[in-house]
């Protein structure tokens, strides 16, 4: 599933190829994604210019000055850039066609993907107005972090997948940041004072600034490539490592399961 560096990373992959430019169409293959893709889609981007290109969580908004595209990539959306001339694979369900015969195309096998215009603030659609605070953004801290988390009784790992608390962290980046942060993912979040929110809300940062950073390094490919952020697999300390000794540590590395998602974490570095 493609999660918030990954977002960001095709953010900034796009955005030097679209800021500025003129769309001559839009394609609506398949019109039924988790909602209706609009009818009038194409009517309303033809001729339109890409003022900028922005993220909220993990929703992509190209804004057209009249109005804005959101875009999510759902569970199994990717954004290609082809050539206008690509023939479309069977779930390629939308092309966004640019005048400088850049065609950006969402390939989305399982369609929960989302495709909307919104002629308001995007920032106050129903669907984004209630997302937390944006984990890369100066604000986002310890402070922050503590007063959306402290009267929660959850376990802190499902606390910081809950959008509403931080946006766009997902199962990876929980688990990673939690490690970092010495921080056992099963630990009742009100239990975790000013000191360790601040360490905590650095290493959120820190974890996914190191996966955009890492597909940063492989963009051209990334725009069009699979699912996580390029090369940050390999930096995983406890993500999918069940069984393996710990990087730091050596102990073995314990797999749990937490609201249906796999938990990895040091049951020695983390308490
Ligand atoms: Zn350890």
């Known amino acids: 599933m493609p999660e918030l560096p990954e977002v960001e990373t095709t953010r900034r992959g796009l955005a030097p190829l679209l800021v500025g430019k003129r769309v001559r169409t839009a394609v609506v293959r398949h019109p039924m994604l988790r909602q209706p893709v609009p009818r ?6 033809a001729g339109a210019t890409i003022h900028h290109l922005a993220r909220r969580g993990k929703y992509l908004l190209f804004d057209c000055g009249k109005g804005t595209l959101i875009l999510h990539l759902g569970m199994s959306g990717r954004l290609w850039v082809v050539k206008s001339a690509t023939p479309p694979d069977k779930h390629d369900h939308f092309d966004l066609v640019m005048e400088n ?31 937390g605070p944006e984990p890369l953004a100066p604000e986002f801290d310890g402070e922050t972090l503590y ?23 997902g199962n990876i980046y929980a688990n990673e940041a939690l490690f970092r942060s010495g921080i056992n993912p099963r630990t009742p979040a009100r239990r975790i004072g000013p000191e360790r ?11 996914l600034e190191s996966a955009i950073v ?50 990895y974490y040091c049951p020695q570095c983390q308490k």
Not at 112 to 121: A, K, N, P, Q, V
Not at 197 to 207: F, G, Q, S, V, Y
């Open 40 to 45: 009038n889609l194409p009517k309303l981007l």
């Open 101 to 131: 015969d850049i065609v950006v195309r969402l390939r989305d096998p399982r369609r929960f993907g989302l495709i909307l215009w919104t002629t308001g603030d995007p920032l106050r659609h129903p669907l984004l107005a209630a997302i």
């Open 147 to 169: 007063r959306a988390i402290h009267h929660r009784s959850a376990a802190i790992k499902q606390v910081l997948m809950d959008s509403h608390v931080v946006a766009g962290v």
């Open 197 to 207: 929110c601040r360490l905590l809300a650095k290493n959120i940062r820190k974890t």
């Open 214 to 263: 890492a597909g940063g390094s492989s963009l051209r490919d990334y725009v069009g490539s699979d699912g996580l952020a390029g090369n940050f697999q390999s930096q995983f300390m406890v993500y999918g490592r069940a069984g393996q000794p710990c990087r730091r540590c050596g102990v073995n590395i314990r797999e749990i399961r937490q609201g249906q998602r796999s938990t």
